[in-house]
C-alpha cells in the first residue's frame, strides 16, 4: 500500500514539475501568437518607452531608407528575411548585420542606431530573427539555432556584395548572444569585428535567472525539465550553446556594451564574455542604463566607442 502511496506521490509531482515547464516552454520558447509592432515603445513599460520621440524619428527613417526585403533559406529550411538599406555612398565600407533581441525587432532594438551606422558608410542588413517578424519559425532557440542563421546572412552578404567589402555583425541582448555564437563557427573572411551589446551568455543561464528573478523559482529540477521538452518538441538543448566556448575559438575583435542597471539580462554575464574572449576587446559600460537602454542614454558615448571600433578594425 505505502509503495503505491509514494508512486502517486511522485507522478503527482511529475505532473506539477512537467505542468510548470510546460508553462515555461510557451512562455519562453514558442512563437508569440501576438508578436511586437514597430508601436511597441509607445507601451508604458516597454524599455524604449522614454525614448519614444527618438524612435518614432528613427523608425521613420529606416522605413524610408529601405530599398528591399530580402530572404534567404535556413540552414534548417526556414525562410529568413530582413530590410536592405543600402549606402549612400559610391563605395561604400561594406556591411553591417544587425541582430535584434528576444520577442522584438531590429526596427525595435536597432532603431536608434541605424542612422548612426548607416552614416559611417555602411549599408545596413537587418534580419528578422527565427520566429520572428517576417521570418519563418515556431520556436526561439536563444542563439542556438539563430547562431547559424546569423553566418549565413554574412555569407549572404559576401556573395551577393563581394570579398572586397567590411563585414562587422552587432546585436543587443539575444541578438548579442546569438552573434557571440556565431563567433565561434566558420564565418567569412570578410567579417572584421563584432558589437554585442547586453548579451547572456547561454539560454540556461538567462532561463534561470528570469526564473529566480521573475517568479522565484530555482533552476533544479524546472530548468531540467524544460530542457527535456525543448529537446524533445523544439530540437534543441538549453546548454547546446554558449557564448563563452565560442569565444574562447573566436579569432575576431569584440566591443561589449553593457548598461550598468541591467537586471534583466546581468552585467555578470557580459563581464564573463570579456573574460573568455581570446581576441582583442573592449568593454564599455553605461551608468543609468537599463537592459538595451546603452546606446540611448549614452549615445555619444556609444557612438565614439563604436566608430573607433569600426575605423581600427575595417580594411
Not at 50 to 76: G, L
Not at 142 to 162: I, K, L, M, N, T
Not at 249 to 272: A, I, S, W, Y
Request: proline fraction near 3%.
Amino acid at each position: 500500500m505505502g509503495i503505491w502511496i509514494a508512486a502517486g506521490i511522485v507522478l503527482v509531482l511529475l505532473a506539477v514539475l512537467f505542468g510548470a515547464a510546460g508553462f515555461f516552454f510557451r512562455f519562453a520558447i514558442l512563437r508569440a501568437k501576438k508578436e511586437r509592432t514597430d508601436e511597441e515603445y509607445e507601451e508604458g513599460n516597454s524599455i524604449w518607452n522614454p525614448f519614444r520621440e527618438r524612435m518614432r524619428e528613427a523608425q521613420s527613417w529606416i522605413h524610408q531608407h529601405t530599398a528591399e526585403h530580402v530572404s534567404m533559406v535556413s540552414f534548417d529550411g526556414l525562410k529568413l528575411s530582413a530590410l536592405y538599406l543600402p549606402a549612400e555612398t559610391a563605395q561604400p565600407k561594406g556591411t553591417m548585420i544587425v541582430m535584434h533581441g528576444y520577442r522584438s525587432l531590429a526596427t525595435i532594438d536597432f532603431a536608434l542606431e541605424a542612422e548612426f551606422l548607416h552614416s559611417l558608410g555602411y549599408r545596413l542588413l537587418i534580419p528578422y530573427q527565427r520566429a520572428h517578424g517576417e521570418s519563418e519559425g515556431k520556436y526561439i532557440t536563444y542563439g542556438v539555432r539563430e547562431r547559424f542563421d546569423c553566418r549565413d546572412w554574412a555569407r549572404y552578404a559576401q556573395e551577393r556584395f563581394g570579398t572586397r567589402q567590411n563585414i562587422f555583425l552587432m546585436g543587443i541582448s539575444m541578438g548579442a548572444s546569438t552573434v557571440l555564437m556565431a563567433s565561434g563557427l566558420e564565418l567569412p573572411d570578410t567579417v572584421r569585428g563584432i558589437v554585442a551589446d547586453c548579451g547572456f551568455t547561454s539560454p540556461w543561464d538567462i532561463m534561470a535567472h528570469v526564473a529566480k528573478r521573475d517568479f522565484k523559482l530555482p533552476a533544479f529540477p524546472l530548468l531540467y525539465a524544460l530542457d527535456l521538452l525543448a529537446r524533445i518538441i523544439a530540437g534543441f538543448g538549453l546548454r547546446e550553446a554558449d557564448t563563452r566556448r565560442a569565444l574562447q575559438k573566436n579569432t575576431r575583435p569584440v566591443l561589449f556594451l553593457h548598461g550598468r542597471e541591467d537586471d534583466f539580462v546581468p552585467l555578470r554575464m557580459t563581464e564573463e564574455n570579456s573574460r573568455a574572449c581570446k581576441a582583442e576587446q573592449e568593454l564599455y559600460l553605461v551608468r543609468g542604463a537599463g537592459h538595451a537602454q546603452s546606446f540611448a542614454r549614452d549615445t555619444a558615448g556609444c557612438e565614439e566607442k563604436i566608430r573607433t571600433f569600426v575605423r581600427r578594425w575595417e580594411k
